[in-house]
């Protein structure tokens, strides 16, 4: 038992003595790191970083992160870390001091001290066991391509068993080994297929900016990348520009929908149908508000509670205005123009008088913050909510048109108000009905756009010029129409905007339109029907 325990104590002291070294090395290289972040020195800080790293000492995530942040303090023999709580720690042991350090002040960083940390904070983050830690450390490296962080960013590379992870790291490295002048250059061409198979932005920067001592084969490799990751970036975009077509046109159904409804029943040019839109938006923003002040743990569904009180105040509006104003204008349209306009008017100074005129916050329910990527392509929430949503307000018209009575009553008197009347339908009511429908849903619209635009008494205007041009286009008071004409207008709206800009490009659009109504009068998809024919 004696043998046994002097061996392990023999045992122990030459372990000790083979780590003395070592530990030595590794607290000179420390206190090296300390004395260069003292020396007040862009280029011996940016050393210091390095030396943290390469020597792993304990704090230097900490140090690092604090002089990212301005919080490390040098000066005097003394480092010290100032806590977010606003406390001191000694950055050589992490121990609490008692006060800020006399003669110490904040490491000034320029633009390559702060490359040098993004590079760091990567390289630290490699080892890190979470996954997706990991996966936003490699692209930090990416971005900084420090060299320094090679030797660390290789050994994670070599036990990482995460696809997504390893293929981020191997794409850190390819940008680090594309700029390594002195790297094999069999390495640097395997760099530029990495960065090719990446094929964004970041990868197409990267290739450019390959060091002009290239060999004529690397020249070659990068060409070939880049042109194949620009034409898949062309296609990326022509999608992204679909996509925001495709928003732009269920924006566009949600504002024109109500007004088809109105113009093809009633013949009513109607002004005031963006304030109705408007009306929308800031009963969306008084629920909110009474929702923040009242039951904050509700907000998420502040949108679901908003949706009716829209549709019921703007319908209630629409409603009153048929039947105080345009029902003694029926027959005179220049008449019903200037009324409704006049009364679009009195709204907005109404709402201007009671709400001021700044813009009103709106927010966002926690489902329709964000964005995700789908490909190449950035797709936000809240645009595909409301593509969602207008597609359910264009079902439930459809319903009401096809298997409601009040749908048959408002065919009937689209198509021939008198036979309608004289078989018994109540075109007053009908017509009542159909206005207080159609400003019901643009109070919809105004639910959909608080949240992707400004809530304020103008909120209405910028709209109802776009959806006079999709009735106009799709065919007056055709649903069908309405939905083909606000998704083409929107989807060409983009995709001519990136070559003749948003004016042009809206002009351009509006002269189509002139030109096409010239040959089709009645829109894409005319209304069938005896008093509509005549």
Do not use: C
Not at 144 to 157: G, K, N, Q
Not at 307 to 316: H, T
Not at 333 to 359: C, D, H, K, M, Y
């Amino acid at each position: 038992m004696r043998i046994l325990s002097s061996l392990l104590r023999t045992l122990a002291l030459a372990m000790t003595l083979a780590l003395m070294p070592a530990l030595a090395f590794a607290q000179q290289a420390a206190e090296d790191a300390f004395a260069r972040l003292s020396a007040d020195s862009f280029s011996d800080t940016a050393r210091a970083i390095d030396i943290l790293v390469q020597s792993a000492h304990p704090n230097a995530a900490v140090i690092i992160e604090a002089l990212a942040d301005g919080r490390l303090l040098a000066g005097g023999g003394a480092v010290a870390v100032k806590t977010k709580e606003g406390g001191f720690l000694d950055a050589r042991t992490g121990q609490a001091l008692a006060a800020q350090p006399a003669g110490a002040s904040p490491v000034r960083l320029n633009n390559n001290v702060r490359r040098v940390i993004q590079g760091a904070l990567g390289g630290l983050g490699l080892i890190n066991p979470d996954p997706g830690k990991r996966v936003a450390a490699a692209e930090a490296v990416f971005r900084a391509r420090d060299v320094s962080v090679l030797p660390v960013l290789e050994a994670a590379i070599a036990k990482e068993t995460n696809d997504r992870a390893r293929r981020a790291l191997r794409e850190a490295q390819a940008a680090i080994l594309i700029a390594k002048t002195d790297a094999p250059p069999f390495d640097r061409i395997a760099a530029v297929d990495v960065l090719r198979e990446r094929g964004d932005q970041d990868a197409l920067a990267t290739l450019r900016a390959l060091p002009g001592d290239a060999s004529p084969g690397l020249r070659e490799a990068q060409a070939r990348a880049i042109s194949e990751i620009e034409g898949k970036l062309a296609l990326w975009r022509a999608g992204q520009n679909l996509w925001y077509g495709l928003s732009l046109g269920s924006v566009l159904l949600l504002a024109a929908i109500g007004l088809a409804i109105t113009f093809g029943v009633m013949g009513v040019i109607n002004m005031a149908h963006g304030e109705m839109v408007m009306l929308g938006a800031y009963t969306t923003f008084i629920v909110q508000e009474v929702i923040r002040s009242r039951f904050p743990g509700l907000f998420d569904w502040s949108l679901a509670i908003a949706i009716p009180a829209a549709f019921i105040v703007a319908g209630a509006v629409g409603i009153a205005i048929e039947r105080g104003v345009i029902r003694f204008l029926y027959g005179r349209p220049l008449e019903t123009l200037l009324a409704t306009w006049g009364i679009s008017l009195i709204l907005q100074q109404a709402v201007r008088t009671a709400f001021g005129p700044t813009n009103r916050e709106v927010g966002a329910p926690a489902f329709m913050s964000g964005a995700f990527e789908l490909g190449g392509l950035a797709i936000t929430w809240n645009r595909l909510w409301i593509i969602v949503f207008a597609a359910l307000v264009f079902a439930a018209l459809l319903a009401i048109l096809k298997l409601t009575p009040m749908g048959l009553q408002m065919r009937a008197v689209t198509q021939n108000r008198r036979m309608a009347s004289a078989m018994g339908i109540r075109t007053g009511r009908i017509d009542a009905l159909t206005f207080g429908l159609g400003s019901g849903v643009a109070g919809l619209a105004g639910v959909a756009l608080s949240q992707i635009d400004n809530v304020s008494p103008n909120l209405g205007q910028s709209y109802i010029i776009d959806s006079f041009m999709v009735v106009v286009f799709g065919g007056v008071g055709n649903l069908w129409g309405t939905l083909i004409s606000a998704m083409s207008l929107g989807v060409a709206n983009k995709l001519l905007e990136p070559y003749a800009g948003a004016v042009l490009g809206k002009i351009a659009l509006l002269v189509f339109i002139i030109l096409f109504i010239q040959k089709r009068p009645r829109g894409l998809f005319a209304l069938k029907g005896r008093a509509v024919e005549a």
